[in-house]
C-alpha cells in the first residue's frame, strides 16, 4: 500500500463518524470519533488524553516537550455540521469516496481533512526522525466548533498553563484557488442586535385603520433602511472613526488575488455586486466593517393578500468590525441611532447580542515569516496574504487567554461545500496539507 | 311571549346554524342555514327560492311587485368568519345567549344579526299592512361574502333582470358610537401588489461575503421605505393627483364624530397615532389614499441569530385608493416606482394583486334623505354621515351590474368583535335594526 493510500485509508475512517455536535442523538458518535483520534495519536507515540467537558469531550497530545524548543499547539475540530437536506447529496454524507480528486464526505474540509492532515504530517516527521519533532507539539482537538465552542474558552482558562505556547497554527480557513497558498493574518469581528417594534394591541384590518397610526412593518423598512447612504456606507455616527485603513501592501497584494470581483460574484450568483464605494469587493470583505440585516419580519408572508397592519414587527442586524474597532461600544452606537429615530408610533424592545472583536496579527513576523516559508515550500509557489471576513472567535481566545497569535494556514478550495450537501476536499489538499506541516514544523523549530 | 322574546328566539335558531363559509366540513351547515331563512321568508308570505351556486346557495325572497312602486333590494349574508381560537370564547360561538344586554355569537353582528332584523322588520310590516309593503322588496342572502363573495357577480349578472331594483339597503357596517345612527355614504377601494428580491443564489455567510453584495433583506428595506416621506405621505409620483379633495360638510360632520383621535387610539391601542399631514384621524382613515405594508420578510426570524444574507426577501403592500384614483393606475405607479429604485444587486419579480374601486354615494339624494330620516324616526337622533375605511366589494357590483347605489345603514357598534372571539350584538339595535327597516321602507315607498 502506498503511503497515499494508507493516509486515506485512515481518513476515510475518521469520515465515517457521523460526530454531529449539534445533534444529541450523535453524543455517541461524537465520543466515538474522539476516542478514534485519541487511540490514533497514542498509537504515534504521543502523550494524549480525553477531556471530559460540560459538551463534548476535547482531545490533547503532546510529544516530549524540552525547555529549548518553541512549543507549538495546532488546533482542529472533529466535530461536523448537520447534513440536512440529505436528499442533495451525491453520495452518502459519512460513506466517504473519491470522485474526480475530491474526497465527498461531510467534515472532509471542515475540518476533518485540514486537522488529520497536520496528524499525519507529525506522524511522517516521527517517523523520518526516529520519533522525534522539531518543536515541543500540541494537539488540541475540540468536539463543539460547530456548537459556537461553548466549552472551549473555559478549558482553555482550566489548562492554561498546560497549553503554554509560543504559537497557535490551524487549518480551517480557505485558500483563494487551487495550488495557490494562502497565509490568513486578519478576521472581522462581529456585533449582534436586534429589535422588536410594537405598534398596535393587534394586527388591525388596513382598510379600517390604513394612514392613521404607524405600521411597525413600515417603521421596520425605515429603521433598516437608515442604516446605510446610498454608496453602501454605514450611516451610524462614529461607526468609522477607529477604522484602521487598508496598509499599501496589504491592497496591492489582494489586487492580485486571482479576479476578487468575478470570484465573489461567480461564488454568490449575484447579478450584480455592490458594495461601499471606493473599495474592491475583496477589500469590502475583508477588511471593511458593514451592517447587514441577517433578518427582517412582519405581517403575512404567506401566498397571497391579507391587509393587515401587522401589530408588530422585528428586525436583526449584525455588524461585521475590523481592527481597532471596539465591538461593543458599535453596539452601544447601533441603540443610539435606532432610539434616536424610532417614532412615537411604536415602542423598541431592542436587544444586545453578542460580539467579538476583530483579529490581526503580523504576516511578517518571525512566526509569519516561518508560516509563509512553509506554505512557499509546501506549494511551490510564493503564499498570498490574505484576511477573511468571517468571524472565528477561538482564534481570539488564543489571544486572549494564551496570548498568542495564530497561523491560519486554511486548505479550503472555494468550492468545497461546507455546512452545505456534498462537502469536498482535494486529495491533493490532503496531502499538500501532511507536507506542509512538516515544513511548519521545521520552520518553526529553526 | 312579547314580540321581543319572538324576535330574539328566532334569532338564535338562526344563530345555532355554524354556517362558517371557508370550512368544507361545514357545507352541510350552510345550506341548512339558507333552507332556514328561506322557510322563514316562506312562511313570511314572500315567494322564496334557494339558488345553488358553485358555492353556497344564494336566497333570494319578493313580494309581489306593482309597477308603480320602487324596488328595493336588502342584501345580506348567513355564512360567518370561523371561530378559532376556540377557548378565548365565553361562551360557545354557536350556542347564543344574552349578557349584558348584548347577543354573544359568531355571526350576532356579522351579518345574522343586521340582515334578519331586516327580515323580521318587512315581517312586522307585513303583519301590520295586512301582507302588504310600501315597495316591491327584494331580498338577496348570500352564503359566500366571507370568502370574498366569488359567485355573487356571476349570479347579480345572470338574474340582472330578476334583481332589477332602485336602490340597496344593506346593513353591515358600523355605527360611530351606541345611540348615534350612521350612514355610511363612501368606502375606500384597493390595490394589491407584492414583490419578491432575488439577490445571491443560496443564503450567505453574512461574515465572508458582508459588504461586497446587495442584501435582498436591505434592498426590501429600502424600497419599502421610499414609499412614504417623513410627512407620511405617498412618495409614489402621480398618486395623488386625482384625489378628489374633502368637502367642507365632509369635514364638519366628521369633526363632529365623537372623539375621532381618542377612539382610533382606543381601538387599536397604539403609543401614539400618526397620519398625515394635515388630517385628522378620521379624515386619514375614511377618504385619504394609503401605502401600507401588509407583509415583509427576509432572513432568520427566529429565536437567537443567524448571521445570514438571505437570497431573498418578499415586500406585500396594499394600497388604499379614494375618489377618483384608478385602482389599476396605481398598481401601474406601483411598478414604475419599484422598478425606477430596484437595484441592479437583485432581480425583482412583482406581481399585481386585486383591485377595486372606491365608492361613494351623494347622502343628499332622495335615496339618501330616505335613509336618514328613517335613521332619526328610529334612533331619535340625527344621523352622523361618514365613509368607512375598508373595501366592500359587492357594493361595487351592485353599482357596476346592476346600475344603482347602495345605502349603508349599519348597526355595528366599536366593540361588536366581528371576525374575532366573543363577536356580539347589541339587543337594543337587533330591535332597532326591526323598527328601522319598517321605517326605511316607509320612506322609500314614498
Redesign the interface.
Known amino acids: 500500500m502506498t503511503p497515499e493510500q494508507r493516509h486515506l485509508n485512515e481518513f476515510f475512517e475518521l469520515l465515517r463518524f457521523p460526530s454531529i455536535s449539534t445533534d444529541s442523538r450523535h453524543k455517541g458518535d461524537v465520543e466515538d470519533c474522539a476516542r478514534w483520534l485519541a487511540d490514533k495519536l497514542k498509537e504515534m507515540g504521543l502523550a494524549t488524553e480525553i477531556h471530559p467537558t460540560a459538551g463534548h469531550p476535547v482531545v490533547v497530545a503532546k510529544n516530549d516537550h524540552r525547555p529549548d524548543r518553541r512549543t507549538v499547539l495546532i488546533y482542529g475540530h472533529y466535530d461536523v455540521q448537520p447534513v440536512d437536506p440529505l436528499d442533495l447529496w451525491k453520495s452518502p454524507p459519512f460513506e466517504p469516496e473519491v470522485r474526480d480528486g475530491m474526497v465527498w464526505a461531510r467534515g472532509s474540509t471542515d475540518n476533518k481533512g485540514q486537522h488529520f492532515a497536520h496528524i499525519l504530517g507529525v506522524e511522517e516527521t516521527l517517523r523520518a526522525n526516529d520519533g522525534d519533532l522539531p518543536v515541543n507539539l500540541i494537539f488540541l482537538l475540540e468536539g463543539e466548533e460547530e456548537i459556537g465552542s461553548p466549552n472551549l474558552p473555559g478549558f482553555l482558562r482550566e489548562h492554561a498553563e498546560d497549553l503554554a505556547c509560543d504559537v497557535v497554527a490551524v487549518s480551517d480557513t480557505g485558500m483563494v484557488a487551487r495550488g495557490v497558498p494562502t497565509m490568513t493574518y486578519g478576521l ?1 469581528g ?1 456585533s ?1 442586535v ?1 429589535f422588536v417594534l410594537r ?4 394586527d ?12 411597525p ?2 417603521v ?3 429603521m ?5 447612504d446610498a454608496d ?1 456606507r454605514v450611516t451610524i455616527e462614529g461607526f468609522y472613526d477607529k477604522v484602521q485603513p487598508l496598509a499599501d501592501w496589504e491592497r496591492e497584494q489582494w489586487s492580485k488575488v486571482a479576479d476578487g470581483e468575478a470570484s ?1 460574484q461567480a ?10 464605494k471606493g473599495y474592491s ?2 477589500e ?2 475583508w477588511a ?3 451592517a ?10 404567506g401566498e397571497g ?6 401589530s408588530e ?4 442586524v ?1 455588524f ?1 468590525v475590523v481592527p481597532d474597532q471596539d465591538p461593543q461600544e458599535i453596539i452601544k452606537m447601533a441603540r443610539a441611532h435606532f432610539e434616536a429615530i424610532c ?5 423598541m424592545d431592542f436587544e444586545e ?2 460580539y467579538g472583536p476583530a483579529y490581526v496579527m503580523d504576516p511578517f513576523s518571525d512566526f509569519g515569516k516561518a508560516a509563509q516559508t512553509a506554505l512557499k515550500k509546501t506549494f511551490n509557489a510564493d503564499p498570498v496574504l490574505i484576511r ?4 472565528i472567535p477561538i482564534i481570539q481566545s488564543f489571544k486572549d487567554i494564551l496570548g498568542v497569535d495564530t497561523l491560519m494556514l486554511g486548505l479550503a478550495l472555494p468550492d468545497c461545500q461546507i455546512h ?1 450537501p456534498n462537502e469536498n476536499f482535494a486529495v491533493e489538499n490532503f496531502e499538500a496539507g501532511i507536507r506542509m506541516n512538516g515544513a511548519l514544523l521545521e520552520e518553526l523549530g529553526n
Open positions: 472581522r462581529i449582534c436586534e405598534g398596535p394591541a393587534t388591525l384590518h388596513s382598510g379600517v385603520y390604513g394612514g392613521a397610526v404607524a405600521n412593518a413600515m421596520a423598512a425605515q433598516a433602511a437608515s442604516l446605510h453602501g465573489t461564488e454568490t450568483g449575484v447579478p450584480a455586486l455592490f458594495g461601499e469587493s475583496l469590502r470583505r471593511r466593517p458593514t447587514e440585516i441577517n433578518g427582517i419580519g412582519a405581517g403575512y408572508q393578500s391579507k391587509t393587515v397592519i401587522p414587527s422585528m428586525v436583526k449584525s461585521r417614532p412615537e408610533g411604536v415602542t447580542g453578542h477573511e471576513g468571517g468571524s452545505a
